[in-house]
DNA sequence: CTGTATCCAAGTAGATACTG
DNA sequence: CAGTATCTACTTGGATACAG
């Protein structure tokens, strides 16, 4: 999703049957590291600006280099507003778009399944883990 | 999520304060490749089983290996069932557990707004891309 | 039929240094 | 402050060959 470079569809070899579906793709886009995050933190924040300093200290362990490619491609991607105040130091305003926010809907209900069952998924884990020793 | 090795908790280096968020890690699984995919196939045969081939057959492109990769790292979710059948050759079914079925309620939601929305990010796409040149 | 093992290409993200 | 460039390590996934 970061780079350019890559088109919509694939190079694989057998793409010429496949559509791609959409929500691969969805998720091609919200599975990378940090972008379910900036969503969350631009949702709650909703309808208010973020800015970048903001969003890097709401997101623990982000880089600078990962949250500017982060929010650049929800820029893209429509799900963002970017808005720049020109001043020196110029200071960068994000905002989730009404698709933005439509995206939030499902994301949290997705939230929610985690938070509520990841325990579960761990526990199964551990106990594969133990059988095959 | 396919690889063992990997610990819970990566090595970057603030890993102490981060309790890795659970959609975070929830993403790292559903967003791999093929497993969306996957639980949707299988979500749309429950409460039946699926065999191996056919979960093949239904999945366009999937190579034997990943489809193996993605159901195992399923089972050791405790996502999904899987039954051998001791015939030779062997026949091996793979099933929801009712944790899998609970987690499809929320992906389905993202698959519906995927299919709903992500031609809008293919436009914004578009026009990002005609703007920057 | 259903895997597993190996090897390899590509993608993803981190550290660091530098710019307007 | 916000962002870009480079360089590197790690991870993902595909091709292929082989096994129970």
């Given at each position: 999703?970061?780079?350019?470079?890559?088109?919509?569809?694939?190079?694989?070899?057998?793409?010429?049957?496949?559509?791609?579906?959409?929500?691969?793709?969805?998720?091609?886009?919200?599975?990378?590291?940090?972008?379910?995050?900036a969503v969350k933190v631009l949702a709650e924040a909703a309808p208010h600006e973020v800015r970048?300093?903001e969003l890097?200290?709401r997101?623990?362990?982000?880089?600078?280099?990962?949250?500017?490619?982060?929010?650049?491609?929800l820029v893209?991607?429509g799900l963002v507003t970017r808005r720049?105040?020109?001043?020196?130091?110029?200071?960068?305003h994000y905002r989730l778009t009404d698709l933005g926010l439509s995206l939030d809907v499902?994301?949290a209900?997705?939230?929610?399944?985690?938070?509520?069952?990841?325990?579960?998924?761990?526990?199964?884990?551990?106990?594969?883990?133990?059988?095959?020793?």
């Amino acid at each position: 999703m970061t780079s350019r470079p890559a088109s919509p569809a694939k190079q694989g070899r057998g793409d010429l049957f496949d559509p791609e579906c959409p929500t691969r793709r969805l998720l091609d886009r919200i599975g990378t590291k940090w972008t379910s995050m900036a969503v969350k933190v631009l949702a709650e924040a909703a309808p208010h600006e973020v800015r970048f300093a903001e969003l890097r200290r709401r997101i623990p362990g982000v880089s600078q280099k990962m949250l500017s490619v982060t929010l650049h491609s929800l820029v893209r991607d429509g799900l963002v507003t970017r808005r720049v105040e020109p001043t020196v130091p110029p200071r960068v305003h994000y905002r989730l778009t009404d698709l933005g926010l439509s995206l939030d809907v499902p994301l949290a209900a997705l939230r929610t399944w985690a938070e509520e069952n990841m325990a579960r998924i761990d526990r199964a884990n551990a106990i594969s883990d133990s059988e095959a020793g």
